[in-house]
């Protein structure tokens, strides 16, 4: 009796395809495949098979690929994601199955160089000074051989000329070095001793417990979050769980919410492990990215640290998940399959049978509700590492001490700056908007520099001389003359963006080095890297920086943190504004005084007594969380409800708005459920497409997923370039 194959491929399609498996093949759920799809070959993976009586009209699979197999926590993963975000499995498919591209780039041949036994034709000194270094027969790279003798590079080059030195292909570094759980580390503080086996004692892989404590022996699998203050040191409490988990011979998985969060976490990992681990994001690429892809299926790389995507790697023996940051948006994928990480985190974990370790100084709402209601597990720590005080916060009303016209920092924060620098510390100045200025208008007609594609002002970014779009990236020259008067020296920028304050520092500190770290400054990652680097170590006294700064970096000579606008989150119609601004000014106050001088924050509002800012000066976190959980209860926000959006975009305004109003006539909701809409979205038009929102608002117990299908299936056909996305627990308003 013939065998069929259910074959799932990595394309928007929500079903397999059957296919029949010819004589001599042997497959097997979760086998990597090729078959017929049309005129062409594609790749697919085995999602079922089944004995059947039929079959004969069916095409056969074309054969099974050398990869490896799919294991069936990973399927189960797929299809969670799917059932639960309403993408197309296959969409889902393709976050998991990333095969080798044929035609990336190989990775960079390493060459050294080392003596051979032909003597110099042209002795002299400098290349005797070569050879006395080189006469020890081992591999050198060019560079380190000149650096190591004290001569220039064309001294070596000349010595490889004249066959005195012979090249030779180094082999590849290893994408994944195994740490070393047992590497001499820094003690860890009682309070960190002491959360380290609060965490990892219910593990499943934990070491055996004394005879005489049988109660040891039990296992918990709830995810855990581990909460502290910003400086407790939560990243050496789990680098403890990572160890046992290394012990035990399991892989662990360290999801990091920025990439440029991952450059210095590295370091700190080798300090700890003895080597970095394998670092997987979206900077990695060619061949080097196939070589990690399989050392992490075979079980070769022990610890992997990396962007959401790396929640889908094939792990052959995964033992432990660490969120890091949980709280963090960067989390939640907006386009394609609209997934949280730290979400599907706890599933992976679930699936696996692997604990999840979720941290943060300022956990989402509905993380501390889980912890709370006893889903999760909760393990704090309550006090900074070594006994240091977190930093005074006080506000500066700006009502009342306005600053200078035409500048932004207020005479307090200009005071308090200046006295950090005499003290010789570092001081950072913080503002969460990138760029010059947010807003460029002509002062002789009003003309607005907007967008060509987006319903969004172009923010002026003087350092590239462009008016750029943070929407879709369409950028500009920056015009000498109106360009809807012609008149000149009338375009004014109008507020402040990181750009403008690093030039009013400048002004008012010009004998001070100031260094502005924002995420779309020329260089990219390495750049970030070494001025973050050169931050911690004391390189610069004024830092200025978006919320780029806030996450996690640790900077010992930093003692005062000024937030210039921490009003400017809180007027906005997001349901999360309150959560999300506390969380972001209390992480960046955080950055001060980590080291061994205290620390003082000073922040500029034009409302000091509203309910964040005077939770964030009084210190009372618990008095916030405690309002914040209140009001989502009695509104029936998430966690205490859910939230879905349908977000319909058209070329057309008038073809989006029609489809929109179209699906609000079919939706008739049942007890439970409320649909808003639709209503022009924020961010109305975006990369020339118009935008309307649909919100559906239901109780806790409601299917939410069922309710959608049924709707999408009774409402308007998708027609032309009309299209739908559907986003379960939006993380986004716009």
């Given at each position: 009796?013939?065998?069929?194959?259910?074959?799932?491929?990595?394309?928007?399609?929500?079903?397999?395809?059957?296919?029949?498996?010819?004589?001599?093949?042997e497959l097997a759920a979760g086998d990597v495949v090729q078959v017929p799809l049309g005129p062409r070959e594609i790749v697919g993976v085995?999602?079922?098979l089944a004995e059947t009586a039929g079959g004969s009209n069916l095409r056969p699979v074309t054969g099974r690929l050398p990869y490896p197999p799919l294991s069936e926590p990973l399927r189960s993963l797929v299809d969670w994601i799917a059932r639960y975000t309403l993408a197309p499995k296959g969409s889902a498919l393709a976050m998991v199955?990333?095969?080798?591209?044929?035609?990336?780039?190989?990775?960079?041949?390493?060459?050294?160089?080392?003596?051979?036994?032909?003597?110099?034709?042209?002795?002299?000194?400098?290349?005797?000074?070569?050879?006395?270094?080189?006469?020890?027969?081992?591999?050198?790279?060019?560079?380190?051989?000149?650096?190591?003798?004290?001569?220039?590079?064309?001294?070596?080059?000349?010595?490889?000329?004249?066959?005195?030195?012979?090249?030779?292909?180094?082999?590849?570094?290893?994408?994944?070095?195994?740490?070393?759980?047992d590497f001499p580390r820094t003690p860890l503080s009682p309070a960190q001793a002491e959360a380290v086996a609060a965490l990892i004692e219910p593990f499943p892989w934990k070491p055996s417990p004394p005879a005489d404590r049988p109660e040891l022996a039990e296992t918990d699998l709830r995810p855990v979050l581990l909460e502290g203050v910003t400086g407790s040191?939560?990243?050496?409490?789990?680098?403890?769980?990572?160890?046992?988990?290394?012990?035990?011979?399991?892989?662990?998985?360290?999801?990091?919410?920025?990439?440029?969060?991952?450059?210095?976490?590295?370091?700190?990992?080798?300090?700890?492990?003895?080597?970095?681990?394998?670092?997987?994001?979206?900077?990695?690429?060619?061949?080097r990215r196939e070589r990690l892809r399989a050392a992490v299926a075979e079980g070769e790389a022990l610890v992997v640290v990396g962007a959401r995507s790396a929640l889908f790697l094939p792990f052959a023996r995964l033992g432990l998940i660490v969120v890091d940051e949980e709280h963090e948006t960067a989390y939640k994928q907006e386009d394609g399959v609209h997934y949280h990480a730290r979400d599907m985190a706890v599933?992976?974990?679930?699936?696996?049978?692997?604990?999840?370790?979720?941290?943060?100084?300022?956990?989402?709402?509905?993380?501390?509700?889980?912890?709370?209601?006893g889903r999760y597990r909760h393990v704090r720590l309550p006090e900074r590492f070594g006994g240091r005080r977190l930093p005074d916060i006080a506000a500066?009303?700006?009502?009342?001490?306005?600053p200078e016209r035409g500048r932004f920092l207020s005479p307090p924060l200009v005071s308090a700056v200046k006295h950090t620098l005499e003290r010789g510390e570092q001081a950072l100045l913080f503002l969460n908007r990138r760029g010059y200025a947010p807003l460029t208008l002509c002062r002789a007609c009003g003309h607005r520099y907007q967008c060509k594609n987006c319903s969004t002002w172009l923010v002026e970014h003087r350092f590239r001389r462009a008016l750029v779009c943070h929407q879709c990236g369409y950028a500009e020259r920056r015009p000498e003359a109106c360009t809807e008067c012609g008149t000149f020296d009338n375009l004014t920028a109008c507020g402040p963006g990181v750009e403008r304050i690093a030039e009013e520092a400048a002004a008012l500190f010009p004998d001070r080095r100031v260094v502005v770290l924002s995420s779309d400054f020329p260089g990219g990652a390495e750049r970030l890297r070494q001025e973050l680097d050169a931050v911690a170590a004391g390189e610069c006294d004024v830092v200025i920086g978006t919320q780029l700064v806030a996450k996690g970096h640790n900077f010992p000579f930093l003692t005062l943190v000024g937030v210039l606008d921490a009003d400017i989150g809180l007027t906005s119609g997001d349901p999360r504004a309150a959560e999300r601004t506390f969380q972001l000014l209390q992480q960046v106050t955080g950055r001060a005084g980590r080291g061994?001088?205290?620390?003082?924050?000073?922040?500029?509002?034009?409302?000091p007594d509203h309910p964040v800012i005077a939770a964030l000066l009084s210190g009372d976190a618990e008095r916030f969380y405690?309002?914040?959980?209140?009001?989502?209860?009695?509104a029936g926000l998430p966690p205490f409800g859910r939230l879905a959006a349908l977000i319909v975009s058209a070329s057309e305004r008038e073809v989006a708005e029609a489809h929109g109003q179209a699906l609000a006539r079919a939706a008739e909701p049942p007890e439970g459920v409320m649909v808003l809409g639709p209503a022009e979205a924020p961010l109305a038009l975006v990369r020339g497409r118009y935008r309307f929102r649909l919100l559906v608002k239901t109780e806790r117990n409601v299917d939410l997923q069922g309710y959608l299908r049924a709707w999408i299936a009774r409402g308007p056909k998708v027609r032309g370039n009309v299209r739908v996305a559907i986003d379960v627990d939006p993380q986004s308003f716009l």
């Open positions: 009796m013939p065998i069929v194959a259910e074959i799932l491929i990595p394309l928007a399609l929500d079903t397999p395809y059957s296919y029949v498996v010819p004589a001599g093949l085995v999602w079922g199955l990333r095969l080798p591209d044929e035609a990336a780039a190989a990775e960079t041949v390493r060459v050294a160089v080392r003596i051979t036994d032909k003597p110099p034709s042209r002795p002299t000194p400098a290349r005797t000074k070569v050879l006395a270094v080189a006469m020890d027969g081992a591999l050198r790279g060019k560079s380190a051989l000149a650096k190591e003798a004290g001569v220039s590079l064309s001294v070596v080059d000349g010595l490889i000329d004249d066959g005195v030195l012979e090249t030779v292909a180094v082999e590849p570094e290893p994408v994944a070095p195994p740490p070393d759980p040191g939560k990243t050496e409490v789990y680098f403890e769980a990572v160890a046992a988990c290394i012990r035990a011979g399991r892989q662990a998985l360290i999801l990091m919410p920025e990439i440029a969060l991952t450059a210095q976490f590295l370091d700190r990992f080798a300090a700890r492990f003895g080597v970095r681990p394998a670092a997987w994001h979206s900077g990695i690429g060619g061949k599933v992976r974990g679930r699936l696996e049978g692997c604990p999840v370790v979720l941290t943060s100084a300022t956990p989402a709402i509905e993380t501390r509700v889980n912890a709370a209601r500066v009303d700006m009502r009342l001490d306005q061994e001088k205290p620390g003082r924050a000073l922040v500029q509002t034009y409302q405690a309002e914040e959980i209140e009001a989502r209860e009695a």
